[in-house]
């Protein structure tokens, strides 16, 4: 399920034209969540989000995880990647944001609800008036239909 919302992750790779027909061949086969697309000239992946999520995860373990053959160079910097990561990685898991621009493919909210002014107010369980609500989250944001 794809859609050309920018809100969307996703992660790109490039492939040569010499690849083009092993990649028509996989896109024959591949299955429903995964897309091909042209992009430029060139040809990239979308992922779904969970994918998109893993491999994102997977990432910032693989940039924490210390090699043998690392200098100290490196190792410094996988330290300071660790230590941002644990900020960055408690921000993404609390964001009722980010869960509505990727699982609910929300557009980004603009419009600040005149009751909760643009702040994260709790979960209220009771349907509220102002409008600004996704599912119990008081987001402070209105929606745009
Ligand atoms: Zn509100």
Redesign the pocket.
Known sequence: MYTDRPCLPQIRRRFSAQNEKVIELFEQTQSSTHKLQRNRGGFVWTLNAEEFCEAFYTWAEACQTELPTDDENQKQWRKEFADHWSFIALAIHKSCLLYRLIYAREPLRTEM????KGKW?GCVWEK?E????FGSN???W?RKD
């Not at 609800?113 to 909760?116: A, F, I, S």
């Open positions: 609800c005149p009751v909760h107010s509220l102002c409008g600004c609500q008081v987001t402070g209105l």
